[in-house]
């Protein structure tokens, strides 16, 4: 069996040479499946990134009144905090907020210059309040409104599931077309490699006759051809891995620059699913071409 499979190794390797240009084809539309498949991956990677780094910022603001005491705001706090659907209840004091409103406009010398001229703090205490679960957004709103305290200045409640919802339209439609895109080239990957498979045959009937004469099996003489799909995907799957780490490396700063302040490595990403992202891939596509092989070679090999 050893010497068989060597024999059948040798065959495939010999025949992808003489057929070099049709095997650098075939072995291009495969690369393109894969890269199909990868930036499909990218893509819901940073979608599912982008979509946290909102869900981060989701909060809910009360403005009280500036001359409201320390210990009612505390009890307020302690209210809003017993609440089910409250994650998190941050104190943001006059101090505070006049330090953040500072460092935020440091490169704007007349906004300083203005709130210096006024020589007082006019900006409010609040209170910062994140939900517990997105979806429960407008439930918690509703309860925040219903708290009725003579503390509360004003209310902001900016919805933000209006971007999350915008994002995973994008996101759906992006999955879709990338979808399209993937089986299409599986498509096109199947079908060049039925016809590599059949001018194989083809170029090697002579060949095949003079086994069939001999006595050779099925088996012996279908496994130079499925073994040639089987190097095309080998191939691809090894470009195709030399070639993503660079390109993610290219792209890791400038992701890094969108989502300041997040840690968002991609390369992490790939490598830590290492066998997931490119076991799969090769495995799936070694499938489907080695199918369409044996379904080209079992056609056109009867001699």
Known sequence: MLISFF?????SLQDISR?????IVT??????????INTLILTRVL?????????????????????????EILNLKLKISAMEKVREVRYISKQEALDSFR???????????????????????????????VNEVADLIEELKSINNDIIDSRDFTDNRLILEKIDNITNRID?????IIIIFIITSLLVIYNSIKVAVY??????????LVGASNSFIYAPFLLSSFIYTLIATAIIVAVTFPLLGVLQPYLEVFFVGYNINVINYFMSNFLAIFGLQFLGISIVNI?????AVKKYAKV
């Open 7 to 11: 024999r059948a190794l040798k065959f």
């Open 19 to 23: 057929n070099i240009w049709l095997s």
């Open 27 to 36: 072995i291009t539309i495969i690369l393109l499946a894969m890269l199909s």
């Open 47 to 71: 979608s599912s990134s982008a979509v946290d780094a909102i869900k981060e910022k989701i909060d809910l603001s009360l403005y009280l009144k500036p001359e409201a005491n320390e210990t």
């Open 103 to 133: 460092e935020k406009n440091q490169d704007k010398p007349e906004i300083l210059q203005a709130l210096l001229e006024l020589g007082k703090n006019p900006l409010s205490p609040s209170l910062i309040i994140s939900p517990k679960n």
């Open 176 to 180: 879709d077309i990338g979808l399209f």
């Open 203 to 212: 170029t090697h009937k002579r060949e095949i006759e003079i086994m069939r």
């Open 291 to 295: 199918v369409a092989s044996y379904l």
